[in-house]
């Protein structure tokens, strides 16, 4: 039934050294299956994890690495009715190897968008945006005027954070690393909708104080680092606030210090692909999602991240840049 360009590996490692571009000789079309040609994926942080070995969820060997991206239906089988030729489509769940040209997957596996939407809002909507909304939503009662504070805030789930949340009125701190062109991201950030945009040091000194004659003390705490850095946010929490670990990109433990104890502080956590997984049968909850945040994109609300279009034929240099810090630009593989 043809062949698919992918990219590989057989077994866990280093992306650079165990991703290989190679050629897949595609199933036949099953009558509940669809033929989806890839348009464009992007390299998140867990498709590294999963390729090094270390993420939760790991994939059987050899694999297509690549969890996320949108592509178009072109053939589906006799009994598939929940997708059409024609239709954008992401996958339902990890795992399903998106750095691909062409890929037969049960119908079951895709979500249909709106293909009105921008190419890169769709290849980038399902993890980072979902995982943003889920957090604004499902932890604290957020109302215009309240706080939010968030480490990695020029992240992919960082920059959904700062946008729906200002377009539901809600403030934003929004942490980052210092770097050379800090006055530049912290600019990109605030036209994105950021209250606050400050370096990580700042977390540790006493002008906090002056911020919070201005705006109350957050409510809640995303926390995408871990380490000294999710504790620091823990500090700053109101009363009975809630931090939500979603990431560790600081691949440190947190410590979690007496905000415990004398603000009785809820650390909680997330994982959008249980949060997907719990939602599995019912189509409801992730519909109305996906429609939510696609009404913000229409609005001009929600942009997607930053993004570096790379072909798949350039993979070495899109995993390159992938794992680089103080990148701030998500890598998307166009096929
Ligand atoms: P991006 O690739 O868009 O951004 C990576 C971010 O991590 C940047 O802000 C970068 O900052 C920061 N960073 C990198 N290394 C470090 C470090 N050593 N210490 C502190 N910050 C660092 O990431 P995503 O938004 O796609 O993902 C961010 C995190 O969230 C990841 O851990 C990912 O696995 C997780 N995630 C979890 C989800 C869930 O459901 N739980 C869903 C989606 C993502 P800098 O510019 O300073 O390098």
């Known amino acids: 039934a043809g062949e698919s360009t992918a990219l590989v590996y057989t077994t866990h490692g280093e992306p650079s050294q165990v991703i290989k571009l190679g050629t897949l000789q595609l199933p036949s079309l099953g ?12 390299i998140n942080p867990s498709d590294i994890n999963m390729i090094q070995g270390t993420y939760a969820i790991l994939p059987d060997l050899p694999a297509v690495g690549g969890n996320e991206g949108v592509g178009q239906v072109i053939e589906v089988g006799s009994k598939v009715k929940t997708v059409k030729v024609g239709d954008w489509v992401i996958p339902r769940d990890a795992g399903l190897g ?3 040209t062409l890929v037969v997957l049960s119908a079951d596996d895709l979500v249909t968008l709106p293909s009105d939407i921008p190419l890169l809002s769709a290849a980038t909507l399902g993890v980072n ?7 604004l939503s499902d932890f604290e009662e957020l109302k215009p005027g309240d706080t939010v504070i968030q480490n990695a805030a020029n992240s992919g789930v960082g920059q959904a954070v700062i946008q729906i949340a200002a377009a539901k009125g809600v403030h934003t701190i929004n942490v980052v690393r210092d770097r050379p062109d800090l006055s530049q991201l912290t600019d990109r950030l605030k036209v994105m909708g950021a209250t606050h945009v400050i370096k990580e040091e700042t977390l540790r000194r006493p002008e906090m104080k002056e911020l919070f004659k201005f705006y109350p003390r957050p409510k809640l705490a995303l926390n995408g680092v871990g380490g000294k850095s999710a504790t620091e946010l823990l500090r700053h929490l109101q009363s009975g606030g809630t931090m939500v670990t979603y990431g560790g990109m600081a691949k440190q433990p947190i410590t979690v210090p007496s905000a415990l104890i004398f603000k009785d502080v809820k650390v909680r956590g997330f994982w959008v692909t249980q949060w997907k997984r719990n939602h599995g049968h019912n189509d409801k ?6 429609d939510e945040l696609c009404t913000l994109i229409r609005a001009g609300k929600l942009s997607p991240p930053a993004c570096t279009e790379v072909s798949i034929k350039d993979f070495h240099k899109a995993l390159d840049n992938a794992m680089k810090p103080y990148i701030s630009t998500k890598q998307v593989l166009v096929m």
Not at 31 to 42: E, R, T, Y
Not at 129 to 135: I, V
């Open 129 to 135: 945006p979902c995982t943003a909304l889920r957090m």
């Open 98 to 100: 998106t750095w691909q």
């Open 285 to 290: 909850a992730l519909c109305s999602m996906l």
């Open 31 to 42: 009558d509940k299956s669809a033929l989806v040609k890839m348009l464009a994926a992007p």
